[in-house]
């Protein structure tokens, strides 16, 4: 029993000498060595990056076509192209004159507004109409009954469509109205509203139309009126002026 074991053990001695003897000779050891080496990441030292360097390329800035005309005028010729400018279409306004002494006014007192009665304001026109009648029938005229909206408050006076077309400018222009005792009022006439604005307010206070009035418009030149009033005053019953 004792010398079966010993063989035993001698037998597997005697193998694994062997089996060392054949990977020594196979080189075993040192391919897993090297492998496992081969495996075992190495840190490297760690590199500055390096900036990296944009071409340096002259660019022209780039300007519109307008901006650079305008830069490459002279000052000169902007001035006289805006003096042309101002020349060809001039902003329509009122001179600055002083037409008459009546022409100092504060206003109204609205609370005391003049109505006129239906049977005078018939008269006034009546009378109005014949006065139109008796002028010149080669200068073009027309009637006008005053309301309290062109004698007070928005002191705005449309003119009757039809006369503006047929004989007043096409644009807007300074409309004088001479009254008849010469007196001259310069007024804004606005063509596609077929009326007079500013000025207006002015010769109605200095002539203290009412409510009623009745006026006669002749055109005596392009741009002239004369100015007829009729007072609704004289054919109200107990009313004296």
């Given at each position: ?136 029938p080669q200068y073009p005229s027309f009637l006008k009954p005053m ?95």
């Amino acid at each position: 029993m004792v010398a079966a074991s010993l063989t035993y053990e001698e037998s597997r001695r005697k193998r694994l000498e062997e089996n060392n003897e054949k990977l020594k000779a196979l080189n075993l050891p040192l391919l897993s060595l090297a492998l496992r080496e081969s495996l075992t990441p190495k840190s490297s030292p760690a590199k500055n990056p390096k900036p990296r360097r944009l071409r340096e390329q002259q660019v022209a800035l780039r300007r519109s076509i307008r901006v650079a005309n305008m830069a490459a005028r002279s000052q000169d010729e902007i001035s006289e192209q805006a003096v042309t400018h101002e020349a060809v279409s001039p902003k329509v306004g009122i001179p600055r004159v002083v037409v008459s002494d009546r022409i100092h006014f504060k206003g109204r007192d609205l609370s005391n507004r003049v109505y006129a009665s239906d049977e005078a304001r018939a008269c006034s026109m009546e009378r109005a109409e014949e006065l139109q009648a008796s002028l010149e029938p080669q200068y073009p005229s027309f009637l006008k009954p005053m309301l309290q909206s062109h004698v007070t408050g928005g002191f705005w006076l449309g003119l009757p469509a039809h006369f503006c077309k047929a004989t007043l400018p096409k644009s807007d222009a300074i409309m004088t109205l001479a009254d008849e005792e010469g007196d001259e009022y310069p007024t804004v006439f606005l063509a596609r509203k077929t009326g007079l604005s500013g000025g207006w307010k002015r010769f109605s206070v200095a002539h203290n139309l009412v409510d009623g009035d009745a006026l006669v418009f002749q055109l005596i030149r392009p741009t002239k009126f004369k100015v007829y009033i009729v007072r609704v005053s004289s054919f109200e019953v107990g009313n004296k002026r």
